[in-house]
């Protein structure tokens, strides 16, 4: 967006058309129980599996040593859990989070009840488990989600409680503007 201000309701760009900017939810559109399904899936390749796990140092044989891992319970080598829990995440940023959270505060009751493997597609789902405003921070709420993949045959591969610090629509348009909360 190039004219307009920050918090006009309807920004225009510079031949006065609107401007819908893609953005997250903020802490008074998020409904409680809601079930916000994050698409599309996103298949995960061999090529994510080590690129992940070596980045991280995380030579785990489980996730890089096909002939080993072959051998193993599963028979075959597993995606990296910890690719698995940032990739399901990361898909629910677009919807819920994209510029409208302060921090991330924590990670809780992280579980992987099925492995995910190379071809496999991760679908995930957040549900909105508790809201309320900061009683220290005016204009922010905190957040709690519980987030769920599955991969494409709909089998649970993860789960994830998080909890955010999100802002209030009103004032996240205060702090672009430079004014001060509730002045």
């Known amino acids: 967006m190039t004219g307009g201000n920050p918090t006009d309701s309807n920004p225009k760009d510079d031949g006065g058309r609107r401007v ?13 129980g809601l079930v916000y399904a994050h698409r599309p899936g996103r ?7 080590v690129l992940f ?15 080993w ?10 995606m990296n859990s910890m690719f698995t829990l940032a990739t399901m995440v990361g898909q629910s940023v677009t919807q819920l989070t994209q510029g409208t959270i302060i921090a991330q505060l924590g990670l809780t009751d992280v579980s992987f009840p099925h492995p995910l493997y190379h ?3 991760l679908y995930t789902e957040t549900v909105i488990t508790g809201r309320r405003l900061s ?8 957040v709690t989600m519980e987030h769920t993949g599955r991969n494409q045959a709909g089998t649970v591969v993860a789960r994830a409680t998080r ?14 503007s430079g004014q001060k909360i509730g002045e």
């Open 20 to 32: 819908a900017e893609q953005r997250g939810l903020y802490f008074d559109e998020l409904e409680e």
């Open 43 to 49: 298949t995960v390749t061999e090529t994510d599996n």
């Open 53 to 67: 796990s070596t980045l991280t140092m995380n030579t785990q044989a489980l996730h890089l040593d096909a002939a």
């Open 69 to 78: 891992s072959a051998g193993q319970p599963f028979g075959q080598r597993l």
């Open 119 to 121: 071809g496999d597609t």
């Open 135 to 142: 009683a220290s921070r005016p204009g922010q709420g905190i």
């Open 163 to 176: 909890s955010c610090l999100m802002w209030t629509r009103e004032a996240h348009m205060e702090a672009q």
